[in-house]
């Protein structure tokens, strides 16, 4: 390729070459999202103003009946979806901060040891975590079996299937998302600017409070996001722990969508759930203004 | 490791109050136990409970001890060809979005063009979509290859299946395949190429002898990353499969009936597996730099 650039045509095609190659390297891979993924979501938005059914077909009506008729059943599960998504992400937040302050600050030659151990979840299937929760809350499970034979609780007493389960479930899957953005944001720390809040006389406290917490930020920001929107669209949680009254909106667009074949509605959910997520981002960094940190 | 690792001497600074002095040092080491405690425990319960003969056809509470599910791992109807589908699936899809990942980011990290900025943002946006958002417009887009207008014009993709799966997995891979190749190619040092080029290598020679090998560590990781979380993907899986089982779907299926030890087995080998490469590669990359 290149000789024949070279000797053939000189430097003029060889630069042409040269002004293409992104472009072409480009190419396939954006296609195949283009056409895998822009594509999709304009086809869901344009069933969500459509009407009609899996055998006739749809045609586009541009009524907003899908969107009315969602918002308007489906209420309930939306709220519950921001109620456990939101929970579950400050809960994370809770027990994420303490770990990866400890593991940048303090975590010596163990850093590597305890960051490995935090992804191991990662290394076991989504479901199968979800299923052990299932087993360890489960009412003759190993946590609650022990309570109950020794009569601390009452023999009808469960966990399983309560909006507890459920967002405990969230929290354990979404934790290690939380903690690795906060460690990589405290680990930048240079300890020297610690040194120097302290020489200019700044108790812990302060020294936590002015210097350490907000040059975390940029990690609660990212956390934040990686727990709480993920959470926010789980169904697994609320369906192998929870009940019927803690189903998140997540479960309503499945059954839409792959059971009741009710599209425009699914899409329509679908589309609200992740209009509600942008805008809550928007807020989330004017609010932390995180936008100035993050460049 | 060794850049931050400020010894705990002199990140521990001298004056403070007793209480927060105390916290610092009892509390949070406690709390951090626990923590990792809480991350760990559901897979200890998961290797424990594969070491279980259930009573009945659900493996919720401790029976007895029985290697029953270690001798016969794959014998439920169903599962075999569930890990056969998961496996094929992970195997060509990784291929696929490490090949297109890997162009979009030596594009994005090496040339200078129109649009580079906003392509660099793009990139983001499947991994910031919510999955189920993903896997329903998915299904929006392969139902419609089925119905007027487009039915007839395309390739048919509803009945979903297979194919499907197939083209979702590549889909959400390759926006986590940029961003790993990127984060290799950022640290690159550009000068090794020009020494290639002034020593008389062409352009060809030099990518393939040269920046190859350089990032070769990047495109693996990426691969990687790309295998597991196609293996591990069950909520996108799940709104284009139709009738065709991956081993989480199935999992998802059958523990609705019952729960056999096998699902325990099964995930405790990937468990194990996965543990075992981390386990390798550190070592050798470790003996490496050495």
């Known amino acids: ?295 | 490791m060794t850049a931050s690792g400020t010894s705990p001497a002199t990140s521990r600074p001298p004056s403070g109050r007793g209480v927060l002095r105390a916290i610092d040092h009892y509390a949070l080491p406690v709390f951090t136990t626990l923590a990792i405690g809480y991350l760990l425990v559901p897979i200890f319960v998961m290797v424990v409970f594969s070491f279980n003969q259930p009573v009945g056809k659900f493996n919720y509470s401790w029976n007895h001890f029985s290697l029953e599910g270690w001798l016969h791992p794959f014998d439920w109807p169903g599962l075999p060809d569930s890990v056969r589908i998961s496996l094929t699936i992970a195997f060509v899809s990784t291929i696929f979005a490490t090949l297109l990942g890997t162009l979009i980011g030596l594009a994005l990290t090496r040339y200078q063009f129109r649009g580079r900025g906003f392509l660099n943002g793009f990139i983001f946006l499947p991994m910031a979509t919510p999955e189920i958002v993903l896997g329903s417009s998915l299904l929006t887009l392969f139902v419609a290859t089925a119905l007027p207008p487009l039915a007839g014009g395309v390739p048919t993709l509803y009945p979903t299946g297979f194919v499907t799966i197939l083209i979702a997995h590549v889909m959400f891979n390759i926006s986590y395949v940029v961003v790993t190749v990127k984060a290799r190619l950022a640290g690159f040092d550009r000068r090794l190429e020009e020494a290639a080029m002034d020593l008389g290598a062409n352009e060809w020679t030099t990518f393939w002898r040269v920046t190859f090998p350089l990032i070769l560590p990047g495109i693996m990781a990426a691969a990687l990353l790309a295998f597991s979380l196609s293996i591990d993907d069950f909520i996108i899986t799940n709104f284009v499969s139709g009738t065709t089982n991956t081993f989480p779907i199935w999992v998802y299926g059958v523990q609705k009936n019952a729960l056999p030890v096998q699902i325990n087995v099964i995930g405790s080998i990937i468990f194990f597996v996965a543990v075992g490469f981390v386990a390798v590669s550190t070592i050798v990359s470790a003996r490496r730099s050495r």
């Not at chain 1, 939306?78 to 400050?90: C, D, E, K, R, W």
């Not at chain 1, 030659?109 to 935090?118: E, G, Q, W």
Request: charged share 10%; hydrophobic share 50%.
């Open chain 1, 1 to 295: 390729m290149t000789s024949l650039a070279s000797t053939a045509s000189g430097p003029g095609l060889r630069r042409r070459i040269g002004r293409a190659t992104p472009y072409v390297l480009l190419a396939p891979g954006l296609l195949y999202l283009v056409v895998f993924y822009v594509v999709p979501s304009i086809q869901m938005f344009t069933y969500s103003i459509s009407s009609g059914t899996l055998e006739t077909g749809f045609t586009m009506t541009l009524s907003l009946d899908a969107y009315a008729t969602g918002l308007d059943r489906f209420g309930k599960q939306f709220l519950n979806s921001i109620v456990y998504g939101g929970a579950a992400t400050i809960a994370t937040l809770l027990i994420g901060f303490p770990v990866a302050y400890a593991i940048a600050f303090r975590g010596g030659r163990y850093k590597n040891l305890v960051l490995f151990l935090v992804i191991a979840p990662f290394f076991t299937s989504f479901l199968i975590r979800t299923i052990s929760w299932k087993i360890l809350l489960g009412d003759q499970g190993p946590l609650l079996a022990p309570l109950k034979d020794l009569h601390i609780l009452p023999t009808g007493f469960s966990l399983l299937g309560t909006g507890f389960a459920q967002a405990s479930g969230i929290t354990y899957n979404f934790l290690p998302f939380m903690i690795l953005p906060l460690y990589v944001a405290l680990e930048k720390i240079d300890p020297r600017l610690l040194e120097a809040a302290q020489d200019l006389y700044a108790d812990r406290t302060q020294v936590f409070r002015r210097v350490t917490l907000p040059l975390a930020l940029p990690g609660v920001f990212a956390g934040s996001l990686l727990t709480f929107i993920p959470a926010m669209g789980d169904y697994v949680n609320a369906e192998l722990l929870g009940n019927p009254s803690t189903r998140m909106i997540g479960n309503v667009i499945q059954n839409r969508l792959l059971i009741q074949n009710d599209y425009p509605v699914g899409a329509a959910l679908s589309f609200i759930l992740m209009a509600g997520i942008l805008v809550a981002v928007a807020i989330y960094a004017r609010v932390l203004g995180t936008e100035q940190l993050t460049g």
